[in-house]
């Protein structure tokens, strides 16, 4: 595979793979919740603000937009694939975790997690396989 360097405080080798230890990790953790500063790509104009999501996401095939109704509640379970989710819009809480526009969390394969809404929110997510209801 060929390396791949970034214009940013980190390179790839820094992000957050299938390999990690099996804890969910945010937008609001990582590396304190400096990813913005930390991944801001600095080969741009200054008007123009470009971060990278931390996240090796290369075993994803397709992503999916999912737009859910509040109030709404998913009850616990876990995927055999290790899911990054990105919040386009509204707000939820994952194992009691509130994530709202501009968040993201990875939940590593065989964690188990729930999510709850109120008001509703739209997500993309990666995945590698078709997703069982």
């Not at 970034?6 to 304190?32: N, Q, T």
């Not at 876990?78 to 969390?105: A, C, K, M």
Request: proline share 5%; glycine share 10%.
């Amino acid at each position: 595979m060929t390396a791949i360097h970034l214009h940013s405080e980190i390179d790839f080798d820094d992000f957050i793979s299938g390999a990690g230890d099996g804890e969910i990790v945010d937008s609001h953790g990582f590396r304190d919740g400096q990813w913005r500063a930390l991944t801001r790509q600095t080969n741009f104009k200054p008007d123009i603000n470009k971060f990278v999501i931390p996240v090796d996401t290369s075993h994803a095939r397709f992503f999916v937009l999912t737009e859910v109704d509040g109030p709404s509640a998913v009850q616990p379970h876990e995927h055999s694939e290790s899911i990054l989710r990105f919040v386009v819009s509204g707000t939820f809480q994952l194992n009691g975790t509130t994530y709202g526009p501009g968040d993201w969390v990875y939940v590593p394969a065989g964690v188990a997690y729930a999510i709850q809404t109120e008001e509703g929110y739209t997500t993309i997510a990666g995945y590698g396989q078709a997703c069982d209801a």
